[in-house]
């Protein structure tokens, strides 16, 4: 079987570089390109820590895809450019593998309907630990038999948006097992003192579920969903403690993606 040819955008950065190192690792696939702001003429190799693997990094994606002719795109960059990462990456017929969060609803819309027209997939992932797909499975198993939840999600301190997609994704994975039942069983939030609206302690919502998000140093990503009801809390929590655990989900959907059709969100579908 012919290696995978993939592009690593965001190759400089901390889950990029890990990338980086996974791929090097695989028997299946080989690095043909790496894509960043930063590092810029550098070996990715070197740039992630591994011995040199002959790629140096551009910031030019658009000049990259013609130079590597990769199979797949993976993105782990930021939210300000991803989406017009993936449409660059669609339109030259490359199959993307999509890490980085912060997409809107908008923004999946519109790349759904780029990988139908170009006949080209996208596979698109809050999280790619298994761990944390079981969580929200586990999350959206539990949701009805509760009549309040709450998720609080922590992260290190360089992670740009907040909520965190994990989060907005268990949310929405707990509504649709739920019709809504989770959430404030008292339809009037608690306000602040003097306020006329709802208190910004309380974060920010997914229908009537409350997120909260923490950022600070010596985090990776963590989460906590937290049920309560008559006498009783239920408490589903995950612990990234290494950005390791999320390469085997990683390294799946580059296998896989290929075969999938238009746009895939969740690494629940590949599993």
């Known amino acids: 079987m012919a290696e995978i040819r993939v592009l690593v955008v965001g190759a400089a950065g901390r889950m990029g570089s890990e990338v980086v190192r996974a791929i090097s690792k695989a ?8 894509v960043d702001r930063n590092r810029v003429g550098e070996d990715a190799g070197a740039v992630a820590g591994i011995p040199p693997v002959g790629v140096n990094i551009t910031d030019s994606l658009s000049a990259a895809i013609p130079a590597s002719s990769p199979d797949v795109a993976v993105d782990f960059t930021v939210p ?9 990456a669609l339109k030259a017929g490359v199959a993307c593998v999509v890490g980085a969060t912060g997409m809107t609803e908008e923004n999946l ?3 759904a309907a780029l990988c139908e027209e170009r006949k080209t997939p996208t596979f698109v992932a809050p999280n790619f630990a298994i761990g944390a797909v079981l969580m929200m499975q586990f999350a959206a198993q539990a949701a009805p038999h509760f009549e309040a939840a709450e998720i609080i999600e922590l992260h290190h301190a360089g992670k740009l948006d907040a909520p965190s997609g994990t989060a907005l994704r268990t949310a929405k994975l707990m509504q649709a097992a ?6 404030s069983p008292n339809p009037a939030e608690p306000r602040a003192q003097g306020d006329a609206g709802a208190s910004p302690s309380r974060g920010q919502t997914e229908g009537r579920i409350h997120l909260h998000s ?16 008559l ?9 990234s403690t290494s950005r390791e655990c999320f390469m085997p989900g990683v390294l799946l959907a580059i ?4 075969d999938l059709k238009g746009l895939v969100v969740g690494l629940e579908e590949l599993l």
């Open 231 to 239: 006498g009783e809390t239920l408490t589903l929590r995950h612990d």
């Open 214 to 229: 923490v950022r600070l140093p010596g985090l990776v990503a963590h989460q906590e969903v937290i049920f309560g009801g």
């Open 80 to 88: 300000a450019s991803v989406a017009a990462n993936v449409k660059t």
């Open 109 to 111: 819309s519109e790349i």
């Open 178 to 183: 739920t019709g809504c039942r989770a959430g």
């Open 255 to 258: 296998r896989r993606v290929r």
């Open 27 to 34: 028997d299946d696939m080989t690095l043909v390109g790496a």
